[in-house]
């Protein structure tokens, strides 16, 4: 599955027009908020997430435009509408739950629509960068190296808890062995694209982004723990579901977008 995956991100990536990137993230931003939604709304009606679908997709459907400020217009439409739809339920869940309490309804699909879509829908806004399909190569190869190596040097020589009542499987030699993964990854990556660029701000910049990572990777662990499930979804067969496998890039994506789009690095 790892190899299938990796040889169609790059295919993606280097030969397929910025229209089916966008369109690639779209589906993916849609399986992957139908899983968040499966979990945390578990008892709601079909109907509460298929409208939690459509509005979460406004953010990714404004990345075409490949503009940021289209997208925030998208995650402003979609909370907004979000706004609009839940007084219209409130007599129904009312029924349904014998509670005046729309929370459970309007938490877990505004955080899912922010989180989960308005992070996916940065994946086309760097594309189209300066140097956009390196730079995603780079931001790819550094989780995907940080992930590896965090795994495997917590396997063998894991001792200290990360957070543990997060995620117990965690720990803070995986942790520094994906950090030494990523920066590794990176600079191997920089060298081939970007050879005049400074190794040590390469390094600094990917410690950053996969603590971003671990972030991400965490947050969905507290999710999934407090829903009791170990894994988002069974689309990817060893891998679990599309969060599974993206959560530490979902996060990071708009990390690196707007530290690129104000200049706070340049390549």
């Known amino acids: 599955t790892g190899l299938v995956i990796t040889g ?23 399986l992957a908020l139908n899983e968040y939604l499966n979990m945390t709304m578990a008892n709601c009606s079909s109907r509460d997430k298929s409208i939690g679908i459509i509005l979460g ?12 400020e289209a997208v925030s217009a998208g995650l402003f439409l979609a909370l907004f509408l979000l706004i609009v739809y839940t007084p219209s339920r409130y007599g129904f869940l009312n029924q349904e739950t014998s509670e005046f309490n729309p929370f459970p309804l309007i938490l877990p699909l505004g955080f899912g629509i922010f989180h989960v879509c308005f992070s996916f829908a940065h994946f086309p806004l760097l594309l189209p960068l300066n140097a956009g399909q390196p730079l995603v190569s780079l931001f790819t190869v550094i989780t995907v190296f940080s992930d590896s190596f965090a795994y495997y040097t917590g396997k063998m020589l894991g001792r200290h808890k990360l957070a543990p009542a997060i995620s117990p499987g965690k ?97």
């Not at 169609?8 to 849609?30: C, E, I, N, V």
């Not at 950090?179 to 990917?206: N, Q, R």
């Open 8 to 30: 169609g991100w790059l295919a993606l990536l280097f030969y397929g027009p910025f229209w089916f990137f966008w369109l690639t993230f779209l589906a993916l931003g849609a």
């Open 57 to 68: 997709l406004l953010p990714l459907l404004a990345a075409y435009a490949g503009k940021a």
């Open 171 to 267: 720990t803070i030699e995986g942790l520094l062995g994906g950090l030494f993964g990523s920066v590794l990854g990176a600079i191997i990556v920089c060298l081939w694209f970007f050879p005049d660029y400074s190794l040590a701000k390469i390094s600094i910049l990917t410690v950053f982004l996969s603590m971003i990572g671990v972030l991400g990777d965490l947050t969905e662990s507290m999710i999934k723990r407090t829903m009791g499930v170990k894994d988002s979804g069974n689309i990817l067969p060893g891998h679990g579901g599309v969060l599974d496998r993206l959560d530490s890039l979902m996060i990071a994506a708009p990390v690196l977008f707007y530290m690129l789009h104000f200049g706070i690095i340049n390549f």
